[in-house]
């Protein structure tokens, strides 16, 4: 079994520079967490809010190393079959019906029934060889010749039953299909796991990984972040739209804003050939930002104030 080869990234810094060249702004800690990942040949266990950029780590990951992403969506009822193989029984029946012809002359001289099923069965192995055989991401991923970065996504929706299954297939990397033996990867994925905490996870599973933890960003980070992603926003509107995101997440809302959606919104405010924010502004553009309505009453009665905050952070942030 090789080892994803990624000669580029040999320190922490070249991480930065390489998901910096995918438009992903990466912190020191996240770079460091995938180095250490990346060489230790360990999966990453992401967590934290949905939207602050998990699974866009895994794309940019993808990008960087210049290999297939192999995306599993886990979601509750998700078994072996769905996540790593199945038959292709449509396909083996009608290799049958084509080959029915042949079946007399395979049965000819055939003594009793006995003798017959043991021709028959002499010749089940063409049916279930890797031919007939429909793999899905998990084992996609292990028989991808130069490797890939495999996200296993919102493995907190998944069972624990499932969750259970998939340490087996992390610990050695390889699988068993009883009809053909062990299949083992031919080059060892790199592999991201993200969850959004809607359940716990088991320690098992915390142990078999590294952890990485991606909070709402602060300040600094997130003005990176809208200028690299949107270049086409003007800087002190960015500025002005951070800060006041930045407010919004101090208020008692039912989801915050991630960072999903201050991008939404910074393309919201270009698209709309915005020069400044004005309170008619954010209020027609809440919907962009916040998902519940309630959220939106709850900002649209504070905005004078947290409206009022950002513009004097974004005029600190000019003269800093």
Same mark, same amino acid.
């Given at each position: 079994?090789?080892?994803?080869?990624?000669?580029?990234?040999?320190?922490?810094?070249?991480?930065?520079?390489?998901?910096?060249e995918?438009?992903?702004?990466?912190?020191?800690?996240?770079?460091?967490?995938v180095?250490?990942?990346?060489?230790?040949?360990?999966?990453?266990?992401?967590?934290?809010?949905?939207?602050?950029?998990?699974?866009?780590?895994?794309?940019?990951?993808?990008?960087?190393?210049?290999?297939?992403?192999?995306?599993?969506?886990?979601?509750?009822?998700?078994?072996?079959?769905?996540?790593?193989?199945?038959?292709?029984?449509?396909?083996?029946?009608?290799?049958?019906?084509?080959?029915?012809?042949?079946?007399?002359?395979?049965?000819?001289?055939?003594?009793?029934?006995?003798?017959?099923?043991?021709?028959?069965?002499?010749?089940?192995?063409?049916?279930?060889?890797?031919?007939?055989?429909?793999?899905?991401?998990?084992?996609?991923?292990?028989?991808?010749?130069?490797?890939?970065?495999?996200?296993?996504?919102?493995?907190?929706?998944?069972?624990?039953?499932?969750?259970?299954?998939?340490?087996?297939?992390?610990?050695?990397?390889?699988?068993? @299909?009883?009809? #053909?033996?062990? +299949?083992?990867?031919?080059?060892? $994925?790199?592999?991201?796991? !993200?969850?959004?905490? %809607? =359940?716990?996870?088991s320690?098992?599973?915390?142990?078999?990984c590294?952890?990485?933890?991606?909070?709402?960003?602060?300040?600094?980070?997130?003005?990176?972040?809208?200028?690299?992603?949107?270049?086409?926003?003007?800087?002190?509107?960015?500025?002005?739209?951070?800060?006041? @995101?930045?407010? #919004?997440?101090? +208020?008692?809302?039912?989801?915050? $804003?991630?960072v999903?959606? !201050?991008?939404?919104? %910074? =393309?919201?405010?270009?698209?709309?050939?915005a020069?400044?924010?004005?309170?008619?502004?954010?209020?027609?553009?809440?919907?962009?930002?916040?998902k519940?309505?309630e959220?939106?009453?709850?900002?649209?009665?504070?905005?004078?104030?947290?409206?009022?905050?950002?513009?004097?952070?974004?005029?600190?942030?000019?003269?800093?």
């Amino acid at each position: 079994m090789k080892a994803l080869h990624a000669p580029r990234f040999e320190a922490p810094e070249a991480i930065i520079a390489g998901l910096a060249e995918q438009q992903y702004v990466a912190s020191p800690r996240i770079a460091t967490a995938v180095y250490l990942g990346m060489h230790l040949e360990k999966p990453l266990l992401v967590e934290g809010p949905a939207g602050v950029g998990k699974t866009e780590l895994a794309k940019a990951l993808t990008q960087m190393l210049g290999v297939p992403l192999v995306r599993l969506q886990c979601y509750e009822g998700l078994d072996e079959a769905k996540a790593l193989y199945e038959w292709k029984y449509g396909k083996q029946l009608l290799y049958t019906q084509l080959l029915r012809d042949k079946l007399g002359a395979l049965m000819d001289g055939a003594g009793s029934l006995k003798e017959a099923m043991a021709r028959l069965l002499a010749h089940d192995d063409l049916f279930y060889s890797e031919a007939f055989l429909e793999p899905r991401p998990l084992l996609r991923a292990l028989r991808a010749p130069q490797g890939c970065v495999l996200l296993i996504d919102e493995i907190d929706k998944a069972d624990p039953e499932f969750e259970a299954f998939l340490l087996e297939v992390l610990s050695d990397y390889q699988i068993s @299909v009883p009809e #053909l033996g062990t +299949l083992a990867a031919i080059t060892r $994925p790199m592999v991201l796991l !993200t969850s959004n905490g %809607a =359940r716990e996870l088991s320690d098992a599973l915390r142990r078999r990984c590294l952890h990485l933890h991606i909070d709402y960003p602060e300040l600094a980070l997130e003005r990176r972040i809208v200028r690299t992603r949107v270049p086409d926003l003007p800087e002190r509107l960015g500025d002005s739209l951070v800060a006041f @995101v930045q407010g #919004l997440r101090g +208020l008692d809302l039912k989801k915050l $804003p991630a960072v999903s959606e !201050t991008l939404d919104w %910074a =393309r919201t405010l270009v698209l709309l050939n915005a020069a400044e924010l004005g309170e008619d502004l954010v209020r027609n553009t809440l919907a962009a930002l916040l998902k519940h309505e309630e959220d939106s009453a709850t900002a649209s009665a504070a905005l004078p104030q947290v409206l009022q905050a950002a513009r004097e952070n974004a005029r600190r942030a000019a003269h800093a």
